[in-house]
């Protein structure tokens, strides 16, 4: 189809051009006080539109946004692509935005001073990874002929995408006409499958939340699947490092949506003999992998400065400057350091129990062989009392009962046609959900 929309109208559709893959991260000073702002740059992409039945060609405008500093109360201003778009991190700092033709705005903004000493998109300490490997090393396999589920479950997932998101398309067309609160954090799928041997399963993925429905653009992960061997059948025995941290990086998906606080226990990180980008890669496909806000990483003391050390050899960018623009990673700032200990112990808890994985590997990949078991325990305090306390870790239990508010998911059940405008799932009706196949109802 040929026609033409004038710019006006383009601008009203931009929010539905956005490509968050374009989206550019950047960290300056306030000019006026050097605190540290955060914002992001949003570019845009040909899409076609459904809702007209029309496909838009990229829109793409220029001008400024205008900030107040949430420290110092002064105003600053950022030149930016698609300022309407475009914004700060926290974003009430975004007072104003115009674009380059609008003289008014431009006398008015005149003397106010730009933001100062930029850092451009090195997140490379706090970029999260959550790529699940469906195809190596399960965790969960059918309990009759030992399949990988994983591997099945996922190509029906491909399969059904088209009838969820249809359903997730409505979702996002209605979110975006409503005036705008937090957007959902999670959304969960679920749907029985039969396995190759003809046993049933009901799998459960979850992806971030995106107002964007491509399938490639979605990181789907596993979260369990009901009907698969039970975990400490399956993580029992001698494996190979790779394996084990296979396995590590796929509980850690789980955990970081399940339980309150994660443990990562290690006494090495990487090895001594591996080069310094070698050990930096072990520390990042680890500390990437992690909610900062719920884990705690116990190393031997020195561990941390050899890859502060490694870290500001191979990078553009030195670790400490990396924290001056607070671009370092949080989990490493609240590191523990111990030297008298060499318990490997990988372990979530929280208020309905806890899962640990335990055995003789340290965080680092390779061929050779490990033990390595997984427990389930009821009691957090056993888990506490055996595992933690006697490593100096405080007790968190006081924690468990405090949830994000404003936290919610979406749930796309097959059993409910995939439909998910009657029901928000919050933080504590996930283990339920995940673990106990219990949809919650509301009154
Ligand atoms: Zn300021
Ligand atoms: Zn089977």
């Known amino acids: 189809m040929n026609f033409k929309l004038d710019t006006e109208k383009l601008r009203k ?32 992409s040909l899409s076609a539109i459904r809702e007209y039945n029309i496909t838009v060609p990229e829109e793409e405008d220029y001008g400024v946004i205008i900030g107040t500093c949430n420290n110092c109360k002064e105003i600053f201003k950022v030149n930016i692509a698609n300022p309407d778009c475009s914004g700060f991190k926290l974003e009430y700092i975004k007072t104003d935005f115009y674009f380059d033709n609008d003289k008014q705005k431009e006398m008015m903004y005149k003397k106010t001073p730009s933001l ?3 850092i451009d998109q090195n997140n490379i300490l706090i970029d999260r990874k959550t790529d699940y490997d469906f195809f190596n090393h399960p965790l969960y396999i059918c309990n009759e002929c030992e399949q990988n589920l994983e591997t099945i479950s996922f190509k029906i997932l491909k399969e059904k995408w088209g009838l969820i998101s249809e359903e997730y398309w409505g979702y996002i067309n209605w979110s975006l006409g409503k005036s705008r609160g937090p957007s959902p954090k999670y959304i969960f799928i679920k749907f029985p499958f039969l396995c190759n041997c003809g046993q049933e399963h009901t ?10 429905i491509s399938f490639e653009k979605h990181v789907f992960a596993l979260v369990n699947i009901f009907g698969a061997r039970s975990l400490p059948d399956v993580i029992f ?92 990673s949080k989990i490493i700032k609240e590191l523990k350091n111990k030297n008298n200990f060499h318990a490997k112990i990988y372990c979530a808890v929280g208020k309905n129990g806890c899962e640990i994985m335990n055995g ?9 062989y ?26 968190v239990s006081a924690q468990f009962e405090t949830h994000d508010e404003n936290e919610y ?23 339920d959900l995940i673990l106990h196949n219990i949809t919650p109802t509301r009154p």
């Open 116 to 118: 100062t000493d930029f």
């Open 360 to 368: 003789s590997s340290n965080l680092v990949e390779g061929v050779s």
């Open 13 to 44: 559709l931009k929010h539905l051009l956005v490509d968050r893959e374009k989206t550019l991260q950047y960290h300056g000073k306030c000019p006026h006080c050097e605190v540290t702002i955060e914002y992001h740059e949003t570019h845009t």
């Open 237 to 328: 025995g001698v494996y190979t490092k790779s394996n084990i941290m296979t396995w590590l990086h796929k509980l850690i998906i789980r955990w970081n949506i399940l339980f309150k606080k994660v443990y990562i226990i290690s006494p090495y990180v990487g090895h001594l003999f591996l080069s310094d980008e070698k050990k930096v890669d072990a520390w990042l496909s680890i500390i990437n992998r992690l909610d900062d806000e719920k884990t705690s990483i116990l190393v031997k003391s020195g561990q941390v400065k050899i890859f502060k050390e490694s870290f500001s050899k191979t990078n553009k960018n030195s670790y400490d400057e990396m924290v001056r623009f607070n671009l370092g």
């Open 203 to 212: 799998a459960n993925f979850v992806s971030l939340y995106q107002e964007n």
């Open 409 to 431: 998911s979406l749930l796309f059940d097959e059993s409910n046609s995939f439909e998910v405008f009657d029901l928000q799932i919050y933080p504590r009706d996930y283990t």
């Open 370 to 395: 490990e033990v390595v078991n997984f427990d389930i325990m009821e009691s957090y305090k056993k888990t506490f009392d055996r595992f933690l306390k006697p490593l100096g870790i405080d007790d």
